[in-house]
């Protein structure tokens, strides 16, 4: 099992631009989290899936931010347009019975 | 609106003596509460967990209490070790075996274990 994939492991983009953060979660989980990491909030939840189905996104800052799950192994968070206060580590997590599991993250820097 | 507070940032404390982070919440609605632990680069992993029927759980060198009227709950490291430096996370829940429903986490406080 090679757990949760999320790529890329680092992204620096200019403000303005698309950025897209993709996760893979682990084969069986029914649900998977958007999480992202600053230093001011800790970890924030943005939204989460349960069978592929959006269940809350009320974490999402605003509009500039959507999230898919087209289908059970693969979900992307899309920032469009980026701005620097964007900066963060984004984590996804997914979960079973038996608990969460987290990628490794997404370090994010909108210069 | 922090509805769960962890509000020590930062804790150091000597190899072989005892660590306390503690964590309050807000939300008379959890009844699950869960640890994380974090190192530099990589994602949060679970650590121990309670459930608001429990007062105590115990898992070898990592025991939680939780005292549900002062909404507290605190994670003994005993004894600390090097290794066990790293930023930990208190989350809770608010679904019964909350462990597949949603987390909400403090901010973490970082443990460093001095040799």
């Known amino acids: 099992d090679a757990g949760v994939i999320q790529s890329p492991r680092h992204e620096v983009t200019e403000m303005g631009q698309e950025v897209t953060l993709r996760c893979k979660p682990i084969?069986?989980?029914?649900?998977l989290f958007w999480y992202r990491q600053t230093m001011m909030r800790g970890l924030e939840l943005l939204i989460y899936?349960?069978?592929?189905?959006?269940?809350?996104d009320s974490g999402m800052p605003e509009d500039r931010f959507s999230a898919k799950m087209p289908n059970a192994s693969f979900s992307t968070l899309k920032i469009q347009p980026s701005e620097p206060r964007d900066s963060a580590v984004y984590f996804c997590?997914?979960?079973?019975?038996?608990?969460?599991?987290f990628g490794s993250g997404t370090r994010l820097t909108v210069v | 609106d922090q509805q769960v507070k962890q509000n020590s940032p930062s804790l150091s404390v000597q190899e072989g003596r005892i660590s306390i982070l503690n964590c309050d919440y807000t939300?008379?609605?959890?009844?699950?509460f869960l640890w994380y632990k974090k190192y530099p680069a990589e994602g949060p992993t679970f650590l121990i967990s309670?459930?608001?029927?429990?007062d105590k759980n115990e898992d070898g060198r990592f025991t939680v209490f939780l005292n549900k009227s002062a909404k507290h709950l605190s994670l003994h490291i005993v004894p600390s070790q090097p290794g066990d430096s790293a930023v930990y996370f208190c989350a809770a829940s608010s679904n019964s075996g909350g462990s597949n429903y949603k987390l909400t986490f403090g901010k973490g406080t970082l443990l460093t274990v001095n040799p």
């Open positions: 309670i459930s608001s029927i429990k």
């Open positions: 899936f349960n069978n592929n189905v959006p269940i809350d």
């Open positions: 997590a997914s979960s079973s019975t038996y608990g969460y599991t």
């Open positions: 939300n008379s609605m959890f009844d699950y």
């Open positions: 084969s069986g989980h029914d649900y």
